[in-house]
C-alpha cells in the first residue's frame, strides 16, 4: 500500500488513494454511527424535552408542511396509493390466468412484506431525513454546533441523538397508519371498483395476512428508520461549504438513505423468509 501511495505511476497512485479515501471514509461513518448510538440513553433522559419537540415535529412538521399534516399526511397518501396500485396489477394479474379471486391474497402478502415498509422508508427519508440533514446542516455551516461545544453542551447526544431515537419513536405510529391505508386502498380497489364480492376479497385476505409477517414487518420499519436518521444526520452534522455545500449533503444523504431502504429490506426478507418465501398457497 505504502509504496503504490508513493511509487512513480501516477494511475496506481490515484487508484490506491481513492481507495484509500473509501475507506477513511467508512471508518468515519462508523465512529460517527457509535459515538450516536452509544449517546442515545443520555439523550432521553437528559434531553427528553428536546426528543419529544422533535417526535412533535417529525410527525407533524413544522412551518408551511405543518398545514398538511406532515409526515404523517405524506406517508399516508403514499402507502395509500400504493395499496391500490398493487391491487389494480394484481386484479388484472391474476385475472388473465383466471384466478382473481385471490387479490386479497396479493394485499395480504405483498403490503406487509414489500410495498409498506419500502414506501414508508422512502417517505421517511424524502420527509424527515432530509429534513435533520438540512437543519444539521444549517447549523454547521453558521457554527451553531461549534457554539454548542463551546458552551459545554455535547452537540452529538444533543442534536444526533435525540433525531434518531425521536425517528426510530415515531416510526412507530406512521407505519401503524401506513400498513392500515395499504389495507384500505387495496380492499376499496379490489371491491368497490372492480366489482369483487367482498367476502371473497376477506376471505383469501385473512387467509393468508399472518400476524408474525405484521411483526417482522414493523422490525424492518424500525431498522430502517434507524440506518436513514444515521446516515441524514452524517451527512448534515459533516456538512461544509456553506449553502451550497448544505444542498449537497442532503442530496448525498437521500441517495444513500434510498439504498439502504432497499437493502435492509432485501437483507431483512431473506433472513426472516429465506428463499422459499416461507407460505403455502391453499384455501
Known amino acids: 500500500m505504502a509504496l503504490a501511495l508513493t511509487g512513480r505511476f501516477r494511475g496506481t497512485r490515484r487508484g490506491m488513494g481513492k481507495i484509500s479515501q473509501s475507506i477513511d471514509k467508512i471508518g468515519d461513518h462508523a465512529l460517527f454511527?457509535?459515538?450516536?448510538?452509544?449517546?442515545?440513553p443520555r439523550a432521553v433522559f437528559h434531553y427528553r424535552k428536546e426528543t419529544i419537540r422533535l417526535i412533535a415535529e417529525i410527525s407533524m412538521g413544522t412551518g408551511a408542511l405543518a398545514v398538511i399534516g406532515g409526515t404523517v399526511v405524506i406517508v399516508g397518501f403514499l402507502t395509500l396509493f400504493a395499496g391500490g396500485t398493487i391491487a389494480v396489477q394484481g386484479y388484472?394479474?391474476?385475472?388473465?390466468?383466471?384466478?382473481?379471486?385471490?387479490?386479497?391474497?396479493?394485499?395480504?402478502?405483498?403490503?406487509?412484506?414489500?410495498?409498506?415498509?419500502?414506501?414508508?422508508?422512502?417517505?421517511?427519508?424524502?420527509?424527515?431525513?432530509?429534513g435533520s440533514t438540512a437543519q444539521l446542516g444549517a447549523m454547521r455551516v453558521s457554527e451553531e454546533i461549534d457554539a454548542l461545544e463551546v458552551m459545554a453542551i455535547p452537540s452529538i447526544p444533543y442534536l444526533v441523538s435525540t433525531r434518531v431515537?425521536?425517528?426510530?419513536?415515531?416510526?412507530?405510529?406512521l407505519y401503524s397508519l401506513a400498513?392500515?391505508?395499504?389495507?384500505?386502498?387495496?380492499?376499496?380497489?379490489?371491491?368497490?371498483?372492480?366489482?369483487?364480492?367482498?367476502?371473497?376479497y376477506d376471505h383469501y385476505f385473512s387467509t393468508f395476512l399472518i400476524p408474525t409477517d405484521i411483526l417482522w414487518s414493523f422490525g424492518q420499519a424500525i431498522l430502517m428508520a434507524l440506518a436513514v436518521m444515521l446516515i441524514h444526520t452524517y451527512y448534515g452534522y459533516n456538512a461544509s461549504g456553506g449553502?451550497?455545500?448544505?444542498?449537497?449533503?442532503?442530496?448525498?444523504?437521500?441517495?444513500?438513505?434510498?439504498?439502504?431502504?432497499?437493502?435492509?429490506?432485501?437483507?431483512?426478507?431473506?433472513?426472516i423468509y429465506g428463499g422459499s418465501g416461507n407460505f403455502n398457497l391453499s384455501g
Open 165 to 173: 431515537m425521536a425517528g426510530m419513536i415515531a416510526i412507530v405510529p
Open 179 to 200: 400498513v392500515v391505508a395499504s389495507f384500505i386502498a387495496s380492499r376499496f380497489a379490489t371491491v368497490v371498483i372492480y366489482g369483487q364480492s367482498s367476502g371473497v
Open 92 to 130: 388484472s394479474s391474476l385475472g388473465n390466468i383466471g384466478v382473481e379471486a385471490l387479490t386479497g391474497f396479493f394485499a395480504a402478502f405483498i403490503n406487509v412484506r414489500i410495498a409498506a415498509p419500502v414506501i414508508a422508508g422512502i417517505g421517511l427519508a424524502a420527509t424527515i431525513g432530509a
Open 33 to 40: 454511527y457509535g459515538r450516536a448510538l452509544a449517546a442515545a
Open 243 to 271: 449553502p451550497v455545500g448544505v444542498g449537497v449533503a442532503v442530496g448525498n444523504a437521500v441517495r444513500a438513505s434510498l439504498i439502504a431502504v432497499v437493502t435492509v429490506t432485501l437483507l431483512l426478507s431473506l433472513a
